[in-house]
């Protein structure tokens, strides 16, 4: 087949890159199946009228205009590898035609939930904190530095949200015996059960469980909807563990939760990213900060490769994207994540 009969799709990763999602092996496949037209988010509407026609897939999340989906008449399917689905693009239009939007973000799950554990478990057993004592000479030997510590192995798990990060961390979760109740409101009851959850309210997640996971996206519905009475409901000395997004929490809010005594937490994501060097968060006691960096692996950037060169091959053969997660008509416009500046 010569290169001008390929399939062409327009490549615009930005913040990611081709390098970034594919392994050399992976790289050469895909510039062996398609012809692949780079540019920058902003440059896809500014390519050449015949590119934009031929065009049967982005690599991205480019804005795009009506206009410039009016040129895009053999589009077939957007693979966001950012994976925060953002109000950019006429959704409706994209739906109405058949084309598909789909994002990676499933392969964030995995390490994100591995995390959280993680985090659940230093601030059961102060470990960070242990070490640092440690450093300085100032260690507590034996019982005498146990004096706040506790099991995750049989606690009260609440978990708020339910998708890919949240089914992963319970998954994890399952060899603790831990009881863990659920609250998503985007899901029926037997969706949770079957996953072998407690489906609860939000009050009842929040004021019977040891650990709380936030692992919720942000919506339109629920940005800062945890706040100063979401924390005073919380167990006294309970642990907080953000993963998700901090749009859904009154950050000042939780922060005062910490500094208080009412909550202890931790946190991979903060309002404004990078954080101030000065803001109070960096050396708020009871506070376990993580830099935006949960699920930035390279094995995970990696098996975004594999997803899109396989659901590729099945919009090739006239089929359905299966590995991608699709974005849902009724859902996709309630999204305010806030996408990620840089890898």
């Given at each position: 087949m010569s290169n001008n009969a390929l399939p062409l799709v327009i490549s615009a990763p930005e913040p990611r890159t081709l390098e970034l999602i594919f392994t050399p092996p992976q790289l050469a496949l895909f510039r062996k199946r398609y012809r692949i037209v780079e540019t920058t988010p902003e440059g896809v509407a500014g390519l050449p009228a015949h590119v934009l026609a031929e065009a049967r897939y982005i690599v991205g999340q480019p804005p795009l205009g009506p206009e410039t989906l009016e040129r895009l008449q053999a589009l077939r399917c957007v693979f966001n590898v950012e994976t925060n689905l953002v109000n950019n693009m006429p959704y409706d239009t994209l739906f109405a035609r058949g084309i598909h939007v789909v994002t990676t973000g499933l392969v964030f799950a995995e390490p994100v939930a591995e995390l959280g554990l993680a985090m659940a478990l230093n601030l059961a057993r102060g470990i960070v904190d242990a070490d640092l004592a440690f450093r300085q000479g100032k260690e507590l030997w034996g019982g005498d530095g146990?004096?706040?510590?506790?099991?995750?192995?049989?606690?009260e798990v609440g978990i708020i949200g339910f998708g890919d990060l949240g089914r992963a961390l319970n998954r994890l979760l399952t060899g603790f015996r831990t009881l863990i109740r659920v609250f998503d409101p985007w899901l029926p009851p037997s969706i949770l059960i079957d996953n072998g959850v407690e489906p609860a309210s939000l009050d009842?997640?929040?004021?019977?469980?040891?650990?709380?996971?936030?692992?919720?996206?942000?919506?339109?519905?629920?940005?800062?909807?945890?706040?100063?009475?979401?924390?005073?409901?919380?167990?006294?000395?309970?642990?907080?563990?953000?993963?998700?997004?901090?749009?859904?929490?009154?950050?000042?809010?939780?922060?005062?939760?910490?500094?208080?005594?009412?909550?202890v937490a931790a946190s991979d994501v903060f309002p404004e990213e990078p954080l101030a060097r000065d803001h109070p968060v960096r050396t708020l006691p009871g506070f376990l900060r993580s830099a935006h960096r949960a699920g930035a692996l390279d094995v995970a950037f990696k098996r975004m490769g594999d997803m899109v060169l396989e659901d590729m091959d099945l919009i090739d053969r006239g089929l359905p994207p299966l590995r991608s997660k699709r974005a849902e008509r009724e859902t996709v416009s309630r999204m305010r994540s806030k996408p990620v500046d840089k890898n």
């Open positions: 146990n004096a706040t510590a506790r099991l995750l192995s049989g606690a009842k997640v929040l004021s019977e469980s040891d650990y709380v996971f936030v692992v919720a996206s942000v919506t339109s519905e629920n940005q800062g909807f945890l706040g100063t009475e979401a924390f005073a409901k919380m167990r006294k000395g309970a642990a907080f563990i953000l993963l998700s997004r901090a749009g859904v929490v009154d950050f000042p809010a939780l922060m005062e939760a910490v500094r208080s005594g009412q909550i």
